[in-house]
T-cell receptor
Framework: AQSVTQLGSHVSVSEGALVLLRCNYS??????LFWYVQYPNQGLQLLLK??????LVKGINGFEAEFKKSETSFHLTKPSAHMSDAAEYFC??????????FGTGTSLTVIP | EAQVTQNPRYLITVTGKKLTVTCSQN?????MSWYRQDPGLGLRQIYY???????DKGDVPEGYKVSRKEKRNFPLILESPSPNQTSLYFC??????????????FGNGTRLTVT
């Protein structure tokens, strides 16, 4: 079965510290990969998307994601956390373009 | 402004009373979809549509209906709501045929409570 797994439903970091949110997919064929962010009482917003051929993808608000085919991973990072980064983050994959599979989400808390 | 509009934002109803959640997009997207979000389960797809009059089941379609009579609208219908359909619902739209890595655009959600 094709799926996406996010390790860690809750992550806490100190302001200014590295943010690392993990995402692994299970498929023999590399899918199309996305990270979305959800702020309280809002819908999901696109942070970044994987583009074929690139291993490091840059997104908005200083976030990046590295695609590692050998590890079937697409982890999200940000060098220095800001208070405004506190939100829920979802990794998503699409294999066919008509169905998108979302991870269970990681809630990021930033400690002042 | 490009957007996906869902209404209502909040809805409280009783078991068995039919309801409709509307969704409209102004981006001329072919693809539209409904998701429900539950704690610990992430987003699960209910139904999706690849064009007018073309709809298909997602992972959790039981108890829901949809229609796509116009490109911009994709209402979600609960004919006989039950308490297990209490959830946060999101409508999303996207371009379909231009690229498979076209992202989805989401509405702000509808929080439904069925008592």
């Amino acid at each position: 079965a094709q799926s996406v797994t996010q390790l860690g439903s809750h992550v806490s970091v100190s302001e200014g510290a590295l943010v690392l949110l993990r995402c692994n997919y299970s498929s023999s064929v590399p899918p199309y990969l996305f990270w979305y962010v959800q702020y309280p009482n809002q819908g999901l917003q696109l942070l970044l998307k994987y583009t074929t051929g690139a291993t490091l993808v840059k997104g908005i608000n200083g976030f990046e994601a590295e695609f590692k085919k050998s590890e079937t991973s697409f982890h999200l990072t940000k060098p220095s956390a800001h208070m405004s980064d506190a939100a829920e983050y979802f990794c998503a994959v699409s294999f066919t373009g008509n169905q998108f599979y979302f991870g269970t989400g990681t809630s990021l808390t930033v400690i002042p | 402004e490009a957007q996906v509009t869902q209404n209502p934002r909040y809805l409280i109803t009783v078991t068995g009373k039919k309801l409709t959640v509307t969704c409209s997009q102004n981006m001329n997207h072919e693809y539209m979809s409904w998701y429900r979000q539950d704690p610990g389960l992430g987003l699960r797809q209910i139904y999706y549509s690849m064009n007018v009059e073309v709809t298909d089941k997602g992972d959790v379609p039981e108890g829901y209906k949809v229609s796509r009579k116009e490109k911009r609208n994709f209402p979600l219908i609960l004919e006989s709501p039950s308490p297990n359909q209490t959830s946060l619902y999101f409508c999303a739209s996207g371009m379909l045929f231009s690229s498979y890595n076209s992202p989805l655009h989401f509405g702000n959600g509808t929080r439904l409570t069925v008592t």
